[in-house]
């Protein structure tokens, strides 16, 4: 299947500064990709949509200013943190989908990348 | 009410049990259904989707769908320690955002 690779897998960082989460399609192209977030024992709530080459489109109660998320090319999207805060810890996922035929579409996850802040 | 209810669990089964995993959703859009195990610290991966509603196996795993119940199963033949991990049921509707919405996971413990 597509590999989607999601960099770094872990980091901790202070308080107030801002980190970025990468995710990559390998082997394919992606016009889409979707970040999620998910709280222990808890299932994926989705942040945000990234469109390759325009502005991502963010779910209800997610702060954009703070979740800044670009999609440059059609192999890379990126998370930034921006002002981190002990509250933001959590593990996130991004996401590709593919489509199989023409009605149905599979997604391929990264790997995660745990965000731990102190 | 949840778009996609589901027991979170633990469940816990003796290897070589059938397991029966499950979720009931209420938005009569959902057209696509799917199954996810996700590892600890791992992202999901996909283990079986189907499409409407009906049967589809696959090794050890067959999923069914009910539409007119709302309601999706998973079920595991044989269980191994190796399929311990959390199952996540997932759907989404035929618009062209394909937003997948899921349960909460049921974290499924084989005990050898």
């Known amino acids: 299947g597509a590999v989607v690779s999601q960099h770094p897998s872990w980091v901790i960082c202070k308080s107030g500064t801002s980190v970025k989460i990468e995710c990559r399609s390998l082997?394919?192209?992606?016009?889409?990709m979707f970040w999620y977030r998910q709280f222990p024992k808890k299932s994926l709530m989705l942040m945000a949509t990234?469109?390759?080459?325009?502005?991502?489109?963010?779910e209800q109660g997610v702060e954009k200013d703070k979740f800044l998320i670009n999609h440059a090319s059609l192999t890379l999207s990126t998370l930034t943190v921006t002002s981190a805060h002990p509250e933001d810890s959590s593990f996130y996922i991004c996401?590709?989908?593919?489509?199989?035929?023409?009605?149905?579409?599979?997604?391929?996850f990264g790997q995660g990348t745990r965000l731990t802040v102190v | 009410q949840k778009e996609v209810e589901q027991d979170p669990g633990p469940l816990s089964v003796p290897e070589g049990a059938i397991v029966s995993l499950n979720c009931t959703y209420s938005?009569?859009?959902?057209?696509?259904f799917m199954w996810y195990r996700q590892y600890s610290r791992k992202g999901p991966e996909l283990l079986m989707y189907?499409?409407?509603?009906g049967n589809k196996e696959d090794g050890r795993f067959t999923a069914q769908v009910d539409k007119s119940s709302k309601y999706i199963s998973l079920f595991i033949r044989d269980s191994q320690p190796s399929d311990s991990a959390t199952y996540l049921c997932?759907?989404?509707?035929?618009?062209?955002?394909?937003?997948?919405?899921f349960g909460s996971g049921t974290r499924l413990l084989v005990r050898p």
């Open positions: 996401s590709a989908r593919v489509a199989l035929s023409h009605r149905v579409t599979e997604a391929f």
């Open positions: 082997d394919f192209q992606a016009t889409t």
């Open positions: 990234s469109n390759e080459g325009s502005k991502a489109t963010y």
């Open positions: 938005n009569s859009a959902f057209q696509y």
């Open positions: 189907t499409y409407s509603s």
């Open positions: 997932a759907m989404s509707g035929m618009d062209s955002s394909y937003k997948l919405i």
